[in-house]
């Protein structure tokens, strides 16, 4: 197999669309799949030995997600941009802030507790200085916080708003280092939603992501060198 190809699937589950777009989705992370390089369906459909038809429903979703554009040629990766990472985080500021005021108010006492373990649990691999374990728990309490609004539209918002920001995050800038400040955010937010505060979550939560917003806007940029606009430059799929 060449070093630039993306790797086969082993098999047709029922999740075959989601294997796909996390297959695509990690090649845009890593850069594999360069910047401003074009995506070609059947080119993707055939590395993966899969169908066409999830190929282009997953180019669909991380279309509308804003990892990929549409061009007059077709397809292709967005590039590194400042204005596209604040956009990102700005959106999701406004759509988190209202998840916090609907989950103080909706939230069960289970999902109280589990929004709170979550929260803590981020914190102490912060203190750890554990980047993933950090960043796993912090998708965790996000994805927790959506879910207890009971707004199947909203949580799916939400669920995109993340894969946007952490893939944009993770392939342009460099990690800021101050995820234990972040974490400590968390515990703020989800004793406000535990003591049925709207107004404290939602304002706690949307300065939270402001907060991320600068960290990352502050970081070192990664270098990355657009890919030349005719070539789609796909590369091995890395797990999450």
């Known amino acids: 197999m060449s070093p630039n190809e993306l790797q086969a699937l082993p098999a047709r589950p029922d999740n075959l669309t989601s294997m796909v ?8 992370v890593d850069a ?7 995506i070609s369906e059947a080119s993707v459909a055939a590395q993966l030995n899969v169908s066409k038809t999830p190929v282009r429903e997953a180019l669909l979703r991380l279309r509308h997600i804003g990892l990929v554009e549409s061009t007059q040629r077709g397809l292709r990766v967005v590039r590194p941009s400042v204005k596209a990472i604040r956009d990102a985080y700005e959106f999701r500021a406004g759509i988190e802030g209202v998840a916090g005021r609907y989950a103080a108010h909706r939230a069960s006492t289970e999902e109280h507790e589990h929004i709170l373990v979550l929260a803590h649990t981020s914190l102490e691999h912060a203190e750890q200085h554990d980047g993933e374990g950090f960043r796993r728990y912090d998708r965790k309490f996000h994805q927790a916080i959506a879910a207890a609004t009971h707004n ?9 708003s993340l894969v946007l920001t952490s893939a944009l995050r993770e392939r342009d800038v460099a990690p800021s280092g101050d995820s234990a400040s972040c974490a400590r955010e968390h515990l703020v937010v989800a004793e406000a939603i535990r003591a049925g505060n709207p107004d404290v ?3 706690a939560l949307t300065e939270h992501i402001h907060h991320v917003m600068s960290l990352v806007l502050s970081a070192r940029p990664v270098t990355a060198q657009p890919a030349d606009a005719e070539t789609a430059s796909v590369g091995a799929a890395t797990t999450a």
């Open 32 to 38: 594999t799949l360069a910047p401003g390089s074009r």
């Open 21 to 28: 777009f996390e297959a695509i989705r990690d090649s845009i």
């Open 152 to 160: 199947v539209i909203l949580q799916q918002s939400i669920e995109d």
């Open 201 to 203: 979550a939602s304002k």
